[in-house]
């Protein structure tokens, strides 16, 4: 008989998830520590005074033209603004969302009538990553405007990537306010009753976070239910990003069987010394072409099928755990209302 091995008590919920994140960095009550945060991601010497929390959704100027929710959008008290994305899964067109989002801020800047475009406030669009995305070992990149020689042209527009996988420091090594930040969103979730934490994860601003994410003054209940929340949305995430890299394996088999391909229409044609030979390797070389188209269309339909069983799976979390209407759900997730019916047929035919 198999045995159920009892999982390991978890004090504080992980700043990652969707509620660590928003628990910490959204806290509008008590923005200690995302103003400490954002000193330490941006660099700066100056505190931040205050912190005013915006609109978080970008609409689209068009009805074709596309829209996003950010997960942090706020403002100081000079102006600047930040836009701060967490991305755990992998995304490797992350520069291109965030400039995405930084773009459409600047556009909502620009005031119409006689403008010099004198006054801009600063834009700082940062993401915190739970992947490796640019070749670099450094773990927190700061890259604005820059000429050939690498020259500052503007500084308007700063863009921040921090890379959790490449921080190694360890508790003792971490002085800056970056290194303790970085090292709490990664190891906290980790500490044990009986562990010992480091003292920099004692200083006010650090400990009003760790408070909102600390499991120990919820009631067994409400523990229980964000706990298995949380896995759900993790494993949610990896399920996505193992179905993104099997699409991305897959894409490359189909380029280097192209290549193979075109490898072997180059040799039938250097073969055309003996006509009979050449018609039979570019019969062969029509076969695999053939062959080909197939195998990309399985793997479409493959990412097809990945994409809506990711999606089923998204609208049932939303139906069972928090109860959201027909409307909520594609209100917020922008999904067509035949799915989400269906996924909720699905669910009453099984109670």
């Not at 690498?150 to 527009?157: A, P, R, S, Y």
């Not at 921080?167 to 009753?193: G, Q, V, W, Y």
């Not at 494993?235 to 179905?243: F, L, N």
């Not at 490898?263 to 039979?280: D, G, H, P, V």
Request: glycine share 4%; with cysteine; proline share 3%.
């Amino acid at each position: 008989m198999k045995t159920t091995e009892t999982a390991p008590f978890q004090i504080y919920i992980p700043f990652f998830s969707d509620f660590g994140f928003k628990a910490t960095f959204g806290n509008e009550h008590n923005p200690l520590f995302l103003k400490r945060a954002l000193q330490a991601l941006i660099q700066s010497s100056e505190p931040i005074d205050h912190v005013w929390f915006d609109k978080n959704t970008i609409e689209g100027q068009t009805v074709e033209s596309r829209g996003g929710v950010l997960d942090i959008f706020c403002r100081d008290s000079t102006g600047n603004i930040f836009i701060v994305e967490m991305q755990l899964g992998k995304f490797p067109n992350m520069v291109q969302r965030l400039k995405f989002y930084a773009y459409h801020k600047m556009d909502t800047e620009i005031r119409k009538g006689d403008f010099q475009f004198d006054g801009l406030s600063k834009i700082y669009c940062i993401g915190i990553l739970g992947f490796n995305l640019l070749e670099g070992k450094s773990h927190h990149t700061v890259a604005c405007l820059r000429d050939d020689s690498g020259q500052i042209i503007d500084q308007k527009m700063t863009f921040i990537l921090v890379e959790l996988e490449k921080f190694r420091k360890k508790p003792e090594n971490c002085t800056s306010d970056l290194d303790k930040l970085i090292f709490t969103m990664k190891e906290a979730h980790k500490t044990s009753p009986s562990g010992e934490q480091p003292a920099f994860m004692k200083e006010d601003w650090i400990a009003s976070a760790l408070h909102e994410l600390d499991t120990r003054g919820m009631s067994p209940d409400r523990r229980a239910a964000l706990s298995i929340a949380v896995a759900k949305e993790l494993s949610e995430r990896h399920r996505v990003e193992k179905a993104f890299t099997e699409a991305e394996t897959a894409k490359i088999k189909v380029k280097e069987a192209m290549n193979e391909v075109k490898t072997a229409k180059s040799e039938a044609k250097t073969a055309k010394i003996e006509a009979k030979i050449a018609k039979t390797e570019a019969r062969t070389a029509k076969i695999e072409v053939k062959t080909v188209k197939a195998e990309i269309k399985i793997v479409k339909e493959e990412v097809k099928a990945a994409k809506e069983e990711t999606q089923k799976q998204i609208i049932k979390n939303l139906i069972i755990n928090l109860g959201l209407t027909d409307a909520q759900i594609i209100e917020n997730l922008q999904l067509s209302l035949a799915l989400v019916k269906q996924v909720r047929s699905e669910i009453q035919g099984k109670k």
